[in-house]
């Protein structure tokens, strides 16, 4: 029988979620194994993610193994894959969604909620909503893996650093201190895996199939969909996210100005069955609304970087 080979990355994070998916394909009966790789998003980290001028950061290292043929899949956190893949990898499955929500980690004292707080993120998302929401705080930088940010928190002065709910919990490192951040909207797809094959590769294909869960797949397609339309190549502070209850999809998305200072939020909802160009319909609400305005002034700011959160 083929050994199916995982090709991952070597953060715990990026290990939890590729031997996942190995004891899921074994579960069916079929036998896989991890190939180690190394990501140039887990070795630059002196810069802002949005200032490396490199789309889906996280996910080349990956595509140029699988198209290398040194690995016949890959599992990835979904809101780090760039919304068009590249030519000869093809979406395989997208595992049921874990927690949406981000979260801020913080140290105990909550005081400086109310007066002047320092928060860090890396996230233009995450920072524009923050300061929309906290004007009077200041925003640091901060980078790296899951691990090295909680330590980076704690080594310095600042009162929190957020996090996705996910990707703490699938590592067993919730801190005690936390915030879960309902009001703030997600990255589209945080919390989802994707995990992507060769196109041509019909065996593996087949088996990953068994592994879709459909209403996350249909989620993330509406949030991705919204966030392709809406940014058009460029990264912008946007979060989406759909949800399906009772066959009705409910979506909320938005978009923020890089300060917080101006915020532009679509709610929808529409029949499951209706799901394909939803994503779409919503972004050019947004878009209608103003959007188009403070997508050109985001562009000129950030023009030429581009990548994900
Ligand atoms: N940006 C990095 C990243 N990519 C995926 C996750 C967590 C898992 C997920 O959101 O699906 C994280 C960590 C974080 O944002 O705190």
Redesign the pocket.
């Known amino acids: 029988m083929k050994t199916i080979r995982i090709g991952t990355r070597d953060s715990e ?1 990026a290990l939890w979620q590729a031997n996942t998916v190995k004891s899921k394909i074994e579960s069916l009966g079929y036998k896989a194994e991890l190939v180690p790789v190394k990501s140039t998003g887990d070795i630059i980290l002196d810069k802002p ?1 949005y200032e490396l001028g490199i789309t889906g950061i ?1 996910t080349k290292t990956l595509d140029v193994a699988m198209l290398a043929g040194k690995a016949d899949i890959a599992v990835h ?4 894959v760039p919304t068009l893949l590249p030519k000869g990898i093809v979406k395989a499955a997208v595992l049921k969604r ?1 927690p ?1 929500e ?1 979260i801020l980690v913080h140290k105990g004292n909550t005081a400086f909620f109310e007066g002047n707080g320092t928060i860090a993120t ?2 233009l998302r995450r920072k524009a909503q923050w300061l929309h929401k906290y004007p009077q705080h200041q925003v640091e930088d901060l980078r790296g ?2 691990n090295t ?1 909680l330590q980076k928190l704690e080594d310095n002065s600042w009162d929190g650093a ?7 919990e ?1 590592i067993e490192l919730t801190p005690e201190n936390h915030t879960v951040l309902d009001w703030m909207i ?2 589209p ?5 994707l995990v992507v094959a060769m196109e041509n590769d019909t065996y593996t294909k087949n088996i990953l199939a068994k592994l879709n869960d459909e209403d996350t797949d249909i989620c993330t397609h509406v949030e991705r969909d919204f966030l392709r339309t809406l940014e058009g190549g460029c990264t912008a502070p946007i979060g989406a996210l759909a949800t399906i209850e009772n066959n009705v999809i409910n979506f909320k998305g938005g978009l923020f100005s890089l300060d917080g200072k101006q915020k532009l939020i679509v709610e929808n909802s529409i029949a499951k069955e209706s799901f394909s160009n939803f994503g779409n319909i919503c972004a050019t609400n947004v878009l209608n609304n103003g959007g188009s305005e403070l997508m050109k002034k985001i562009r000129e700011v950030l023009k030429p970087k581009s990548t ?2």
């Open positions: 994070l993610l996280f956190s979904m809101k780090d874990a949406s981000d890396g996230s893996n899951v940010r957020i996090f996705a709910k996910a990707g703490l699938r997600p990255a797809a945080q919390g989802a895996m994900n959160e």
